[in-house]
């Protein structure tokens, strides 16, 4: 929830503006932006439909059942030195005991021990059973089982067809703590677990997880390690309403939380540690071989993922399921939010067909997501999404960078792929690509906003334009004696059924008064120029205000038509008002805000405050009148003005725009918020003085070519927050 305007105030180390402040000058109740909705709404239906995990249960203590426990002999192999020694084990094997506890009482408990305990097939959940582990209690699989560890009751697998939709499911299943490891001691050592199977004689369904949860509704994992296995930490598929809350991975050798298609509503968060691959991976469409089943991924909340050392990756994959006979499933990924995620190496969402049966199993037409969201992203190091599917919705904003990027530095690459896979390495007739290279997909409706960077006097916002990167395929003439073969696909950027709605607030200098109209012809201010540069690029907008042209004071000379015409054009609405100060702005704005539906506001008030209120209550209307519009559009991006000068000169204004650029505008760029600001005084200044012929009145309304220099500026400001034109492309 965004903070209150006290709360900003007394942030800003500013407690003495809030003398004065009244209730009047606070926006009733923040809107939540259109991210944290959707996550809010996901969650509170998830925690809603796992309630009966926080239910107390009477466990059944698995040791008082050690004597279904059965003595066995094995060997492990164990790195020692720079090779590795194998040693003979002789243990209890623990299934039996934890199925009789599980039977006694429904729920069973593990406490820690100074011995592991092993197990050689999988413990088998059943509709609202429970298992719980002390955190420290370690469980492993005995080499050689190659099956998953846990996993509920009933799998139904979809590799040959769609998962039926009228099969029951396993519901209310509850997994909590232990250190569980299938013992792949180190990079290369699997001690004969190589395949996560749901059990040791079906392997009629793949699976590929330590912990397995496959048609499944209502099910809860909470506070596991997976250490050392060389399977997903854990394999969600064809579930619903699911909470994974605390996986921490140990030294672990594939995925962390692997979720494939269909699923829907789950949570997924505090996942942290070392894996081999992706930490995360919401697959909708995915290798047959490993996944029992495929369909779309829907409504899904990734949060609090960390990561502290360089190559874990995050993956979406959506795509299309093509089965023998012929029949396509579409597996799509939509509505996910993937929020407070720390130090990931990159973010994949790009098609990447198996290499082995790459003819027969491949995505037509590639995959799409939609209403995908990622917000608050901290990076230690360079990272990039890196993106060649469908979009329509998709969302990069609140990130920060905890380092200096370079020039060529691009945090979000549009692009198709090409890479070659040699299955026999003479032999070119055989290699494969194993990505889609000539596959063409659409962007729409992608956004990329409120990226800071780590700079010498704090953080600095790093225009989005100089972030992106678009390149497109090409084939190579020179394949195969040099890879890859490349390709023909491209980007191809679609423009965004809704305009960019943009609200101009402020005072007469926003209507664009110039006080002479039959020398100086009117032209709208600043906003007649803005409208032509945002135009010139192609950029689909709307101004929209409460005011328009013959009711904000503005005098157009009789006989003359402004170039461009913004009333002909329906663009001349803003909410600017001759003669208004920030308190008259203050009592109108959460009003505008609410009844515009601005996409970005164009701030720049508080002139006519100069030598009539003092500089202190102005900062203080300032900055209420900026949380008011955090509040009601979370989406938006508000850019505030350092204000044009006055003719004669103003200490005040001096003042005000000082606190504008290094106090107000800083502090909410610290707190995540979509606040920037641009500099409007500067450019009215001529060898440090103020340049008189820059008014129209001699006082404080511009002329035109003053007006002119104020809508670039302001087409600066906002080019730096938004993306208002498709990047170029250059091929490979």
Not at 52 to 81: D, I, L, Q
Not at 442 to 469: C, D, E, H, Y
Not at 503 to 529: H, N, W
Request: proline share 6%; with cysteine; net charge negative.
């Amino acid at each position: 929830m965004p903070m209150r305007v006290e709360q900003v105030l007394m942030g800003l180390g500013a407690a003495s503006l809030l003398a004065g402040l009244t209730s009047a000058s606070m926006a009733s109740e923040a809107t939540q932006s259109a991210a944290d909705e959707l996550a809010s709404r996901i969650a509170a239906r998830v925690e809603q439909a796992v309630t009966y995990a926080s239910v107390s249960a009477t466990y059944a203590t698995v040791t008082e059942f050690e004597s279904f426990a059965t003595n066995s002999t094995w060997k492990e192999v164990w790195p020692e030195g720079t090779g590795e020694v194998t040693r003979v084990v002789e243990a209890k094997l623990w299934n039996a005991a934890i199925q009789a506890a599980l039977d006694k009482t429904g729920a069973a408990y593990l406490p820690k021990r100074d011995r592991p305990y092993y197990i050689s097939d999988p413990i088998v959940l059943k509709s609202g059973q429970r298992l719980k582990a002390d955190r420290d209690a370690e469980i492993r699989l005995m080499p050689g089982s190659s099956v998953c560890m846990v996993r509920n009751e009933h799998i139904v697998g979809g590799n040959e067809k769609p998962v039926p939709t009228d099969v029951a499911s396993d519901t209310n299943i509850l997994i909590e703590g232990g250190v569980w490891t299938t013992l792949a001691t180190s990079p290369v050592q699997r001690n004969g677990n190589n395949l996560g199977w749901m059990s040791r004689q079906d392997h009629s369904i793949p699976t590929y997880g330590v912990i397995l949860l496959s048609n499944v509704r209502a099910a809860a994992v909470r506070n596991v390690t997976v250490k050392e296995s060389d399977y997903y930490a854990l394999q969600i598929a064809n579930c619903r309403d699911f909470l994974i809350d605390g996986v921490r991975l140990d030294n672990h050798r594939k995925d962390g939380v692997h979720i494939n298609g269909p699923s829907s509503y789950g949570v997924v968060r505090n996942v942290s540690g070392q894996p081999g691959d992706d930490i995360v991976a919401l697959n909708a469409w995915d290798w047959p071989a490993i996944n029992p089943c495929f369909g779309p991924i829907d409504n899904i909340l990734v949060e609090k993922v960390l990561f502290a050392a360089p190559g874990c990756e995050i993956r979406l994959l959506p795509g299309t399921k093509l089965y023998a006979d012929g029949t396509k499933l579409a597996c799509p990924i939509s509505d996910c939010v993937l929020h407070e995620i720390k130090n990931i190496g990159n973010f994949k969402i790009y098609d990447q067909p198996p290499a082995w049966s790459r003819e027969t199993d491949y995505c037509d037409p590639i995959g799409k997501v939609s209403n995908v969201y990622f917000k608050g992203l901290v990076f230690d190091r360079q990272a990039a999404f890196r993106i060649a599917v469908h979009v329509d919705g998709l969302s990069v904003e609140d990130v920060q960078l905890n380092f200096a990027p370079s020039p060529d530095y691009r945090l979000v690459e549009f692009g198709a792929l090409s890479g070659t896979a040699k299955r026999k390495p003479d032999d070119p007739s055989t290699w494969v690509d194993v990505y889609n290279p000539d596959a063409d997909f659409t962007v729409r409706r992608f956004r990329l906003s409120n990226v800071r960077a780590k700079a010498a006097n704090g953080w600095a916002r790093v225009p989005v334009t100089n972030l992106v990167r678009v390149t497109n395929q090409k084939l190579n003439p020179d394949y195969p004696k040099t890879t890859p073969r490349g390709g023909t696909g491209k980007a191809i950027f679609l423009p965004d059924a809704e305009p960019i709605r943009i609200m101009c607030v402020g005072d007469s200098i926003t209507a664009g008064f110039m006080d002479t109209p039959q020398e100086l012809p009117f032209q709208f201010g600043y906003r007649g120029k803005l409208y032509s540069l945002l135009s010139a690029m192609g950029c689909s907008f709307q101004f929209v205000g409460v005011s328009s042209n013959g009711t904000d004071g503005t005098r157009i000379a009789a006989g003359y038509t402004p170039n461009p015409d913004l009333r002909a054009l329906g663009q001349d609405r803003h909410c600017g008002f001759a003669g208004w100060r920030t308190a008259n702005a203050l009592a109108h704005i959460e009003e505008w805000v609410s009844s515009n539906r601005p996409d970005v506001v164009l701030l720049m008030v508080g002139i006519n405050d100069t030598w009539h209120v003092p500089v202190a209550a102005v900062s203080r209307n300032l900055a209420a009148i900026v949380q008011t519009i955090v509040e009601t559009a979370p989406d938006a991006d508000v850019i505030v003005a350092q204000t044009i000068p006055i003719a004669c000169g103003a200490d005040d204004l001096v003042q005000y725009n000082t606190f504008i650029r290094d106090i107000l505008v800083p502090f909410y760029v610290s707190q995540g918020m979509r606040v920037s600001t641009v500099d409007q005084y500067a450019p009215f200044l001529k060898d440090g003085k103020i340049d008189r012929s820059l008014y129209s009145n001699g006082s404080n309304h511009p002329s035109p070519s003053a007006y002119d220099r104020m809508a670039e500026i302001w087409f600066e400001g906002i080019q730096a927050v938004r993306l208002i034109q498709a990047p170029s492309a250059a091929p490979k």
